[in-house]
């Protein structure tokens, strides 16, 4: 048995098994999710939470003052902040900044393939936002967070790479091996953080550039979309596939040929929510 094969069925013994550690949110995500199901609680308490994260705080307020909300004043508190969001926006958007933390290497070996993934997971988020905005009825927010969690499969399996030297060493099978693996472990992961069904599927069906369905555009669409748009222009697979193809144009009513990445005001809204993410 080749080094991918033992790889991927010890992986998917231990994900079975319940022996694959599995990222989990950070404590700040964590204590705002309990804090908005608190009925007791108001967004005042939210806002505390929130404050005790010097870092968190200045990135929702920098998120706030983004062409996200489209604020026609400036924002400087988290209190404001939070009122003008409302609990989902803010479940989801502290959700989505502080998920950085969780993309940390161990080790120099994989440090850089998991900024990689960050930057990417980023840039899908920003533009999953904006085509969401745009082209659906879709809340922006919850496709920002379906952008940034769609490749989270991969941190374990990166974390245990991290053991395998040849495997780090080998940038092609390593990236095979994810591919191959990520939907899955990314369903296991976001099941036990109790993400929503449409959020879940994202992570298991987002590499179906054939997936077509009944219905109004839903948050899978959105981000083989962003993805693809993401690709333009680059040496990438999928920069090779015809749009024509891809049911999800349709679904979003977008014309292949057009570049939402090269629009002025989209582009504009994309750098603004990248830089909020990356912090």
Do not use: C
């Not at 004043?73 to 009122?83: K, N, Y």
């Not at 950085?100 to 994989?110: G, H, P, R």
């Amino acid at each position: 048995m080749g080094l991918e094969e033992s790889f991927l069925q010890e992986l998917f013994e231990d994900l079975e098994n319940d022996k694959l550690v599995l990222p989990t949110l950070p404590e700040v995500a964590l204590k705002v999710r309990d804090t908005l199901e608190d009925e007791r609680a108001s967004m005042s308490d939210v806002a505390k939470v929130i404050t005790s994260d010097v870092a968190l705080s200045a990135r929702l307020i920098q998120v706030a003052n983004s062409p996200l909300l489209r604020s026609n004043h400036q924002i400087e508190t988290v209190d404001a902040a939070v009122t003008r969001m409302g609990s989902n926006m803010v479940r989801n958007l502290v959700t989505s900044i502080a998920m950085q933390q969780m993309f940390q290497a161990t080790s120099d070996a994989t440090d850089q393939r998991l900024r990689a993934i960050w930057d990417h997971s980023t840039e899908i988020a920003a533009i999953s936002q904006v085509l969401a905005s745009q082209f659906t009825k879709l809340k922006a927010d919850q496709a920002l967070l379906a952008g940034l969690v769609h490749n989270i499969g991969a941190l374990p399996i990166l974390t245990r790479a991290e053991d395998y030297h040849e495997l780090v060493a080998d940038i092609v099978l390593l990236d095979r091996i994810i591919s191959n693996a990520q939907a899955k472990i990314g369903n296991a992961i976001l099941s036990k953080w109790n993400f929503p069904e449409e959020l879940i599927a994202v992570v298991t069906e987002h590499h179906d550039l054939q997936r077509d369905h009944d219905g109004d555009a839903d948050f899978v669409d959105v981000v083989i979309v962003a993805d693809l748009q993401s690709r333009l222009g680059t040496d990438h697979p999928h920069a090779q596939v015809d749009l024509s193809t891809v049911p999800a144009f349709a679904k979003l009513g977008m014309e292949p040929d057009v570049s939402i990445v090269d629009m002025d005001e989209a582009h504009e809204n994309i750098e603004s929510v990248k830089a909020a993410l990356a912090g």
